[in-house]
């Protein structure tokens, strides 16, 4: 049989999340990969790139301007237009409605079979705001859609709350959970002398950070480690550059240094900002909730959130309002380690692994 051919079409270079995906599905298909660089993203092109048959980056595209963001599209147009004319694909995963539109743009004039696969891992603000310009964005991914054969979910919130009311398809749940094949092996863990805070990831979360930042600065029983890249990375090198017990090591590369990061942390501070109004905040499943339970790492986090539901449940670290002080403290100096390790235990290997997730994802798109 013939090997599908898949093209991922994303609107910045693949994360972990992609590259597993990548990886993956190109043990049985041939896939290609077409980005647009962002520079507050890690490059793990070496992590992926021997699996594609193209592996290119079309453009770069600067975070946050969305204006620029349509006219680099704009100008990329001819580049997928001659990529497409001469690679003809089954399947396309897009990760939102700009990239699919884009596609749609450059196969005008081409017949294509071509499945169209969108995969959404956070909901936008125009999803849950009744601003003008949040209507219009509906209108026009409502009439994107209808070029949309099969839907992927990160959390099934999202579907639950939004997409099920413009889709009516196919859709597939896949929680960002890590395929054990690209783990890394875990280490020991080190004892530490304080106690040790991680912030792992993209940082987007400010004011829940600035919390923590004021509730543990200079007291010599704490140390907060932040790793990543994002938003709000001008804040914590502010933090870390006054104060000796908050320390950022800049951006990781999670297939070879998330076991020593974790190894290296006694709690994972993941908080979301729920005072902001974003239901994304509210409802997102993150990859870093995974990746803890793996390797055993408490967490802290927002209640009145889908991620905070799941540690209470699951008995794994600790929920408190966001951003109270004084419950933060009170969490941090009592946490019960001995219990909560005792329930990591406990927990079945898919409620973190994505491998027989993964085995059906292949199902899915090739149905």
Avoid at 167 to 194: A, C, H, Y
Avoid at 234 to 240: D, H, M, Q, R
């Amino acid at each position: 049989m013939d090997k599908k051919q898949i093209l991922f079409l994303l609107s910045h270079q693949p994360n972990p999340r992609f590259v597993k995906q990548i990886k993956h599905l190109a043990t049985s298909n041939d896939v290609s990969v077409i980005y647009f660089y962002r520079d507050y993203m890690k490059d793990l092109s070496d992590e992926y790139n021997s699996s594609c048959k193209l592996n290119e980056n079309i453009a770069s595209i600067s975070n946050g301007n969305y204006l620029q963001r349509i006219g680099k599209y704009l100008q990329s147009v001819q580049k997928l237009y001659k990529i497409l004319k001469v690679n003809k694909y089954d399947t396309l995963i897009v990760n939102n409605i700009d990239t699919l539109a884009f596609f749609k743009i450059c196969t005008l004039f081409q017949k294509t079979n071509t499945k169209i696969v969108i995969e959404i891992s956070d909901l936008r603000s125009h999803t849950y705001t009744n601003s003008l310009k949040s209507k219009v964005m509906r209108a026009i991914e409502q009439f994107m859609f209808r070029f949309v054969d099969k839907l992927i979910v990160t959390s099934p919130k999202f579907y639950d709350m939004y997409y099920s009311k413009i889709f009516n398809g196919k859709w597939f749940l896949l929680e960002n959970k890590p395929l054990s094949t690209l783990l890394p092996q875990k280490v020991k863990k080190i004892n530490n002398n304080k106690v040790v805070i991680g912030i792992v990831g993209l940082l987007l979360q400010g004011k829940p950070y600035e919390i923590l930042f004021e509730t543990v600065k200079n007291d010599d029983r704490f140390e907060v480690h932040i790793y990543g890249k994002g938003t709000y990375q001008k804040l914590v090198e502010e933090y870390a550059y006054k104060y000796n017990n908050i320390k950022y090591f800049g951006e990781y590369n999670f297939f070879q240094d998330s076991a020593k990061i974790y190894a290296s942390l006694d709690i994972l501070y993941m908080p979301y900002d729920t005072t902001n109004g974003s239901l994304n905040n509210k409802i997102a499943l993150p990859n870093k909730l995974y990746e803890a339970m793996y390797f055993q790492v408490p967490i802290i986090t927002s209640s009145g959130t889908y991620l905070g539901e799941l540690v209470e449940e699951y008995r794994i670290g600790e929920t408190i309002k966001c951003c109270d002080k004084e419950n933060l403290i009170k969490f941090i100096e009592n946490l019960n380690y001995n219990e909560i390790s005792e329930n990591f235990k406990s927990l079945q290997s898919n409620k973190y692994l994505a491998d027989e997730d993964y085995i059906k994802l292949g199902d899915f798109l090739n149905e």
